[in-house]
């Protein structure tokens, strides 16, 4: 198990190393999961062992935002003057994302039928 957190935390870093060095607007945490989805579609299959460490750390993942509880505790007035641009953007991030989502399932619904029929 503990080869397989390595292996999840040297696709992080090296996401991160990527992104630094080319000079990528994305975050290194981003490119270092794609670098991972690589692995394991070229692999064919997810090991049980790494199935296992992810499930994990998905079982533990609420602790992963306690940093940024703080971070918005600490940093309550700034946000606070703030919140009309936050909340503008949220809501608006929120909706792009529902229309996105739906036209995806849209078209995977059109292709799905062609396809059957």
Known sequence: MLAY???IFSCQLAGELI??????PV???VVGMVLLFAFLVLRG???ADLAKVADTLLAH???LFVPAGVGVMLHFRLIASEA???GAALIVSTILTIAVTATIM??????GDAEKG
């Open 5 to 7: 957190l390595t292996l």
């Open 84 to 86: 009309l641009p936050i």
């Open 27 to 29: 975050p290194g945490p």
């Open 19 to 24: 992104t630094h060095f080319l000079g990528l």
């Open 45 to 47: 299959s997810v090991p």
């Open 106 to 111: 849209a078209w995977f619904g059109r292709r």
């Open 61 to 63: 993942l609420s602790l």
